[in-house]
């Protein structure tokens, strides 16, 4: 149970509790007077019998005088920006939201900073009339303890110390951390933010295999990276450290971090068994059982040269060049890249902070990668802790394309339904709010090697618009980017999971990811026959001097798997065929039906008499 709040007017030191009755007092509320609401029997109201104070239920938020842990020496008296309005918190509120429009319009000569957090004090704040110091609605309604025994972190009392903490805290080794009040130990000489005191002991991360136990220093001389900000970890002050031997160590701001750990402290919880994460189990020579598929697979060591009519099941790219498994069934069309099945079924990945479960494709089965923002309907990592706070709402900038192509009114996938269907038939309810990645981006690990860059990349979180990536050249499309820590360099999960090496049907050679270079030498690309920038990467013969832009090469929909298909309209119509991706290798080439354009792409959409060359065309299709 929360701790009773303390009396405003109380000293923090010596505080009084404020208690919280529903039965009529007999004397009329502090703040507001005489002529305010009058308390009525059941209405909830706070009493202070030491004081002798009787407050409404909000009125105890602001009063005109308080005594505020931050400020001890003198009294804080509640402030207007505008000297002729009055404010009651009990029945007032249209008035301060009055005040507050009134104050957007203000001139920011008249905005004053509040003396604890530096922010603008705003309409409503309270202040030191002896000195000066002033306080925002925000940082008012803190209420540190004046003192803390028996911290977790420390084996003495911590006092609180009532400035903003410009020193470095012992347990972060962060100084200038505003908002954040801090606590003292003088005989220790410890400095900690409150924040700090709290610390868990022992954590588990998806970025380390290891459990990390939180340590309050390093014996000299121990030299540390962030495993997360990739910054220096300075070893005089608090840092988590792999309990298992590895010189593997965090800041502790870093590793307690919403997006890294999932807030469960560990201490005094013995660990788990290791998981059978095996993908499969051999049931004969060369002969495999998937847990994704009934029947078994036979490995085929030599791939499949030259075909692209076969495609795998969870990356979706055609099978060739490397060994695959295929079903032993004949009339079964299923097929996995050695590589590919041997995913495990379970993958911590530092894109998020819980396990990640894989999860096979089915019929109907369409998502946006979260890390890439592609859409494609093979394999999933998905997340399915039911604490997981991950909303889509934080990504909406990079699942745009996928909300346009499955929530459009007008889109290719509803424009079939009835008008009086309100059942929505393309979006499943339960995941919505799922944190998803195809197999490719979640293959990618830190520190992470590409040909195109001399220096290992690491993994950076957090959209960041002024940042390009070195391939494609587009700014602050992704959340997760890979970053090089020496020279900023910077590559999106989508270029970054592009083959190096690519098989193109109209070249007898392997074409080559090339480019990032200062040249005047014209380049076209042999499928859109226009110019190709060489300062971004694009795919090269040297021998028979093709080129093709990435885009051209790939489209937008060449990670949805040939034949794939969607119902679309009412589910109890027989006769609905429903929406497919049907392989684009007749002897004639159809015309896009939104574009006007012949569809060049390995494969088109099609339902009904609708015929559609990629998504974007989809997306932007209406009746």
């Not at 104050?103 to 309409?123: H, I, N, R, T």
């Not at 005047?520 to 040297?542: A, G, M, Q, V």
Request: glycine share 4%.
């Amino acid at each position: 149970m929360d701790a009773p709040p303390r009396c405003p007017r109380s000293d923090p030191v010596h505080p009084h509790s404020l208690c919280r009755q529903d039965n009529p007092p007999l004397r009329e509320c502090c703040w507001c007077g005489p002529d305010a609401q009058e308390f009525v029997d059941g209405g909830w109201h706070y009493s202070c019998d030491i004081c002798d104070l009787v407050f409404h239920d909000d009125c105890n938020i602001f009063l005109p005088g308080i005594r505020h842990p931050y400020h001890l020496n003198h009294f804080l008296y509640l402030t207007f920006e505008y000297a002729d309005m009055e404010f009651k918190p009990c029945r007032n509120q249209d008035e301060f939201n009055e005040a507050h429009n009134k104050l957007q319009s203000a001139s920011p000569e008249s905005l004053k900073s509040c003396d604890w957090c530096g922010k603008d004090l705003g309409v409503l704040y309270y202040r030191c009339l002896v000195c000066g110091f002033s306080l925002d609605d925000s940082c008012i309604k803190e209420d540190p303890l004046f003192t803390i025994t028996n911290p977790k972190s420390h084996q003495h009392s911590l006092t609180l110390f009532p400035r903003p903490l410009l020193v470095r805290c012992s347990a972060c080794g962060l100084g200038d951390h505003k908002q954040d009040p801090g606590y003292l130990c003088l005989p220790c000489n410890y400095v900690v933010h409150k924040t700090c005191i709290d610390l868990p002991r022992v954590i588990k991360l998806t970025r380390h295999p290891h459990r990390l136990s939180y340590i309050p220093y390093l014996p000299p001389p121990a030299k540390r990276s962030c495993g997360v900000c990739r910054r220096n970890v300075d070893v005089k002050h608090g840092m988590f450290s792999c309990n298992k031997g590895c010189s593997y160590a965090i800041h502790s701001k870093c590793a307690t971090h919403k997006d890294i750990w999932d807030g469960i402290d560990l201490e005094d919880v013995p660990e788990e068994p290791l998981e059978d994460l095996a993908p499969f189990e051999e049931v004969g020579y060369n002969l495999i059982k998937h847990f994704s598929h009934e029947h078994p697979l036979k490995l085929d060591a030599e791939g499949l040269a030259h075909d692209g009519s076969k495609e795998c099941q969870a990356c979706c790219r055609p099978v060739e060049l490397d060994g695959f498994y295929s079903c032993t069934i004949l009339d079964c069309d299923f097929f996995l890249h050695a590589p590919c099945a041997n995913f495990p079924k379970k993958k911590e990945h530092p894109v998020h902070k819980h396990p990640l479960m894989l999860q096979p494709a089915e019929r109907n089965d369409r998502n946006c990668c979260l890390a890439c923002t592609r859409v494609y309907t093979g394999f999933s990592y998905a997340c399915f802790q039911s604490s997981c706070t991950y909303n889509d709402d934080d990504s909406e900038d990079d699942d745009s394309i996928f909300k346009e192509m499955f929530d459009d009114d007008d889109n290719i996938f509803n424009i079939f339904q009835d008008d009086d269907d309100d059942e929505d038939i393309d979006k499943d309810d339960d995941n919505d709010h799922i944190f998803r990645m195809d197999v490719r981006c979640a293959s990618v690990s830190e520190p992470f090697e590409h040909k195109v860059h001399p220096h290992p990349l690491f993994l950076f979180s957090g959209r960041d618009s002024s940042s390009t990536c070195g391939i494609c050249r587009e700014r602050g499309k992704s959340i997760f980017t890979l970053t090089c820590n020496d020279c900023k360099y910077i590559m999106c999960f989508k270029c970054a999971t592009i083959p190096v090496v690519i098989r193109y049907k109209h070249d007898e050679h392997l074409l080559t990811l090339s480019g990032g270079e200062d040249s005047s030498d014209p380049y076209w690309c042999e499928k859109c026959e226009r110019k190709i920038d060489p300062k971004k990467w694009f795919y090269t013969c040297d021998k028979c001097c093709t080129t093709l832009h990435i885009d051209c090469l790939f489209g937008d929909s060449s990670y949805i798997k040939l034949g794939w298909s969607m119902d679309v309209g009412d589910d109890d119509d027989d006769d609905d065929d429903g929406l497919i991706f049907i392989s684009n290798n007749g002897n004639s080439r159809p015309t896009c039906d939104q574009c006007g354009v012949r569809c060049q792409s390995r494969g088109y959409f099609t339902v009904e008499d609708v015929c559609l060359c990629s998504i974007k065309c989809m997306s932007n299709f209406s009746e």
